[in-house]
């Protein structure tokens, strides 16, 4: 089995490496940044999904309460 996964990728040579001025990075390394900003990125970008508007999320809730007034079972001070 070992054998069969060596057999797919060869790390029998040297890292293949970026440079812009002082910074030096492997490319294997930078491959995985860039993958973790697509990732971050989508996640900020693409909506979750959800039962309804905010607004009506919000209306259909009759013990929501508004910031006038508390929810209902809410201790005021």
């Known amino acids: 089995m070992s054998r069969t996964l060596a057999a797919l990728v060869n790390l029998d040579h040297p890292g293949h ?6 910074i030096q990075i492997s490319v294997a390394n930078l491959m995985v940044i860039g993958l ?12 979750f999904p959800h039962g309804g ?5 919000h209306a ?10 508390p929810a209902a079972g809410g201790i005021e001070q």
Do not use: K, N, Q
Request: glycine share 10%; net charge negative; aromatic share 12%.
């Open 36 to 47: 973790m900003l697509l990732v971050f990125v989508l996640a900020i970008v693409v909506p």
């Open 53 to 57: 508007s905010a607004r009506g999320a």
């Open 60 to 69: 259909a809730r009759p013990d929501a309460g508004t910031p006038e007034e």
């Open 17 to 22: 490496y970026v440079h812009w001025g002082f």
